[in-house]
Structure formats: structure tokens, C-alpha cells
T-cell receptor, first 110, second 119 residues
């Protein structure tokens, strides 16, 4: 199973919005509404920010939103804050109890 | 609150074995599937293993299939990863993750444990 494709980097100024894409195939992103997004600060464990494309776990600000079209999922961070600077990974279910991650995107808040 | 505490990492020679543990608390462990996820130094995340809540169904990434085995002890609220025939490419921080009930996502919650495979 090949990794999902994410841009290596993204950036935005405080208060702006930034969108990170995650492209897969019909066997993963396109085949299931089971895309998750994870935030990871340096030296810390990953934290789930969105699941099932657009659902937010308790405690995640509504500045984080998600969508999916075909084989591409997207994470949008609105009202960028300094603490949003981190690595972001998408993940998708691929069937038969298997999952795949994207390569990760480093988000820089300018 | 939900807590996952990984342990058991260390330095092991190629071809060796190691067993990781993940002590779970703050949720009903017997109800939820569990996963292992790893991250090689300076690299991205890789899903490694899945084990259903009752232990009847498991699955593994191709990179570890046949070498790694996940198990769980409900009486101890602990999730395990037995790693055999280790290779240098298995060097990574290993995180356990709580799965979701009848859903296909997971939440890593611990600090991870570092496994280094080196001679």
C-alpha cells in the first residue's frame, strides 16, 4: 500500500487560513469516509485533529475543518495561530483492517 | 482521562526480539480495538498493527507481517507488540493508539517508546 501524497510544506500568516491536501486512490481516500488528520509538535506524540473526514474530537477547536472530494481529502486551518505550527499527517482506512498515512506536511506560521 | 503508557523499548541487535507494552486507563479497554503506529527518526508516521477488541482479528503492515504479533490482556488493561527478527529498519518510536468503536480511526495517546535495532 503506497503512502498518501501530501505537500511537504505549507505556510500562512497569523489569522490567515491554510489548506493541506492529501491525495490517495479509490482504494483508500476515495473508497472510504475514514480519513483522519493528526497534528504532531516536535518531540511529541501525534494528536488526532479530525476523523471520518470532518469530525472533530472533543477539545479540538472549530478552526480545524476537513473535506473530501474524490480521492483527495483536505485539512483547513482557519485563523492561524503560532501553536498551529507543527507537522500534519493524514491517514486513511484501506479496507481489511489496514491503514495508510501520508508523508506529512510541515506547517509554518510566518 | 485517557492514558496510554508505552514501555519496553531499548537497543537490540539485528535478528533479536523485543516485547512492547502499552498500559491503558481512563476508558473501557475491552470495548475498543487497539493499534501500534511507529515513526522512524526524522521520518513520517507508519501504521504497524491492529487488534480487535476481543483479540480475534488482527492485521499488520506488510513491512512487519510475519515478524510482529499484537496481543492484549484485558485483565491487565495492557496491549502488547511482540517483535521478532528485528531489522535496522524497525528502528523507530512506537506509539500505541486507541481505536474507535465500529469506526476506522485511532488516537495515539502515549509518549511512545524508542526501539533501536543496531549491532
Amino acid at each position: 500500500q503506497s503512502a498518501l501524497t501530501q505537500p511537504p510544506s505549507a505556510s500562512g500568516s497569523p489569522g490567515q487560513s491554510v489548506t493541506i491536501s492529501c491525495t490517495g486512490t479509490s482504494s483508500d481516500v476515495g473508497g472510504y469516509n475514514s480519513v483522519s488528520w493528526y497534528q504532531q509538535h516536535p518531540g511529541k506524540a501525534p494528536k488526532v485533529m479530525l476523523y471520518e473526514v470532518s469530525k472533530r474530537p472533543s477539545g479540538v477547536p472549530d478552526r480545524f475543518s476537513g473535506s473530501k472530494s474524490g480521492t483527495t481529502a483536505s485539512l483547513t486551518v482557519s485563523g492561524l495561530q503560532a501553536d498551529d505550527e507543527a507537522d500534519y499527517y493524514c491517514s486513511s482506512y484501506t479496507g481489511s483492517y489496514s491503514w495508510v498515512f501520508g508523508g506529512g506536511t510541515k506547517l509554518t506560521v510566518l | 482521562q485517557v492514558q496510554l503508557v508505552e514501555s519496553g523499548g531499548g537497543v537490540v541487535q539485528p535478528g533479536g526480539s523485543l516485547r512492547l507494552s502499552c498500559a491503558a486507563s481512563g476508558f473501557t479497554f475491552s470495548w475498543l480495538p487497539m493499534h501500534w503506529v511507529r515513526q522512524a527518526p526524522g521520518k513520517g508516521l507508519e501504521w504497524v498493527a491492529f487488534l480487535q477488541n476481543d483479540g480475534r482479528i488482527d492485521n499488520y503492515a506488510d513491512s512487519v507481517k510475519g515478524r510482529f504479533t499484537a496481543s492484549r490482556d484485558t485483565s491487565k488493561n495492557t496491549f502488547y507488540l511482540q517483535m521478532n527478527s528485528l531489522i535496522p529498519e524497525d528502528t523507530a518510536v512506537y506509539y500505541c493508539a486507541r481505536g474507535a468503536d465500529y469506526a476506522y480511526w485511532f488516537d495515539p495517546g502515549g509518549q511512545g517508546t524508542l526501539v533501536t535495532v543496531s549491532s
